[in-house]
């Protein structure tokens, strides 16, 4: 049973700010995912987190427990690094044992445990070989029985997934949250490939410049997002300049009045905004069909996925993204005319 709580952390590089302001609330057994674009704070926040790094201010605490400036090696966590840090002179037993061995488990024990652990993340028939046999997936999961080998409170993966190609990484995703879920072990992932975070987490931190900027159960942050950085990092998502204006139901984009259920907010009349909406919720169609919300568009680029179509449509000098299922819509080419339409529940208005 681990509860992990983060209070006003920062970590300073002499001027430079790494991580602002952290703060977090961790139920036990849940899975965290630290997201944001590269040198956001991540792996520094979750090296404070393993005691590999010291706060400049804050306090962390584990079951209520004040564990700031307790060591690394005292704190139980169990830490999969980017690199793996596999031991290249061991097999992969002993690689599993050896977390065990150095608190003098007996060698029966600890390989029988390790076994144990292999069997978990379904590799029970390497267990002599050497490091440099084993392909990067199976690496991975090394890596991931030696970080369980001590049942540690705390599960802490600093990008494990990124030298995998997309298809094992797509696998290895699921597999992880499913042996996570299993094991009920409190555990935060850092990661900055958003579906990989939207698989994994139950609560995804969004990070930018050292700072936090939405905290939520993933498709909280998904469908809310709490300010434009979010709205452009976490998804794929229309950006389109706007401005506040007096009718709090409303807003104004493209010369015209749009109505925006989420508008609302107490920014004067003027206040320039930036609207957010998914490419899957802009519909498209090729004549008006006379409601509001309606936009004049051409298309410019049409694109085939398989699973999924893609229009981009030219509006004034903007580009918007519609996204839909194939067969669902009538077949467009570019430089057709198009109508856009905008539902006002699916607008997201953030300030600029
Ligand atoms: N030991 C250090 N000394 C000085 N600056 C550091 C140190 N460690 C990290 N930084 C800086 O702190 C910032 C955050 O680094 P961090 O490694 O936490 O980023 P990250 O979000 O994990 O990025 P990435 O996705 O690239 O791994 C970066 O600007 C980095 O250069
Ligand atoms: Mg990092």
Not at 304 to 327: F, N, Q, S
């Amino acid at each position: 049973m681990t509860e992990l709580v983060l209070q006003n952390i920062d970590k300073k590089y002499g001027k430079f700010t790494a991580v602002k302001n952290a703060n977090l609330k961790l139920d036990d057994g849940s899975f965290v995912c630290f997201l944001g674009p590269s040198g956001c704070g991540k792996t520094t926040l979750l090296r404070m987190i393993a005691g590999l790094e010291l706060p400049s201010a804050g306090r962390i605490l584990v079951d209520g427990d004040d564990v700031t400036s307790l060591p690394a090696h005292k704190r139980e966590t169990g830490v999969v690094f980017q690199s793996l840090a596999l031991f290249p002179h061991l097999n992969v037993a002993e690689n599993v044992a050896y977390g065990m061995r150095l608190r003098k488990v007996p060698k029966a024990e600890a390989l029988a445990r390790a076994q144990e652990l292999l069997e978990l993340v379904q590799l029970p028939h390497i267990a002599k070989r050497t490091i440099t046999e084993l392909s990067g997936g199976q690496r991975q999961r090394v890596a991931i029985a030696r970080a369980l080998a001590l049942k540690p409170k705390l599960f802490l993966l600093d990008e494990p997934l990124s030298a995998l190609d997309a298809n094992l990484r797509e696998d290895m995703q699921v597999e992880l949250k499913q042996l996570q879920r299993r094991l009920g072990v409190t555990t935060v992932m850092v990661t900055h490939d958003q579906s990989e975070a939207m698989t994994a987490a139950d609560v995804i931190v969004v990070m930018s410049a050292g700072r936090v900027e939405q905290i939520g159960h993933p498709l909280e942050v998904y469908q809310y997002p709490a300010n434009k950085f979010v709205a452009g990092f976490v998804g794929s998502n229309n950006l389109i300049e706007g401005a506040r204006i007096a009718d709090a139901t409303s807003v104004e984009a493209f010369g015209r009045r749009l109505k925006a259920e989420h508008a609302a907010g107490a920014n004067a009349a003027g206040t320039e905004v930036t609207l957010s909406i998914r490419p899957e919720d802009v519909e498209l169609s090729t004549e008006s069909q006379g409601k509001e919300n309606c936009i004049p568009g051409t298309v410019s680029f049409m694109r085939d996925l398989g699973a999924e179509v893609e229009a981009h449509v030219t509006v004034g000098g903007t580009r918007i993204i519609a996204k839909w299922m194939p067969k669902s819509n009538p077949t467009l080419k570019e430089s057709d005319e198009v109508v856009l339409y905008f539902d006002p529940a699916d607008i997201r208005v953030h300030l600029s």
